[in-house]
């Protein structure tokens, strides 16, 4: 059982830069997925990073690309991500997820097992 928790949200204007973090508790196993993911009211769960715990694969949505990145901390336990060139679209509630073993490439949000609570991000106009 993994417990994850998010925090690092808050109101930034765009163009600005935050970072959020995920600590995990309970063993992270190399071979886990762990994934940055958003939603926005009306909008479906997005899928924005992730990585192979063990390291080595990490993809992005094309969304963010260049303007987000994903790392880990492996003897913390900690997730990160780094945005920057904030833009009011990237508005949402954005939480932290892993899934147990399998491809990282094209995980959707149903195949991860442990969620985060969800931080609020929001970037004004």
């Known amino acids: 059982q993994v417990q994850l928790v998010e925090s690092g949200g808050g109101s930034v204007p765009a163009g600005g830069s935050l970072r959020l973090s995920c600590v995990g508790s309970?063993?992270?196993?190399?071979?886990?997925?762990m994934g940055w993911f958003r939603q926005a009211p009306g909008k479906e769960r997005e899928r924005i990073a992730a990585i192979t715990w063990g390291g080595g694969n990490i993809y992005y949505a094309d969304s963010v690309k260049g303007r987000f990145t994903i790392s880990q901390d492996s003897p913390t336990n900690t997730l990160y991500l780094q945005m920057s060139s904030l833009k009011p679209e990237d508005t949402a509630i954005y939480s932290c997820a892993a899934a147990r073993g399998g491809s990282c490439s094209t995980r959707p949000a149903k195949e991860y097992h442990y969620w985060g609570q969800g931080t609020q991000l929001s970037v004004s106009s």
């Open positions: 309970g063993y992270i196993y190399q071979s886990y997925c």
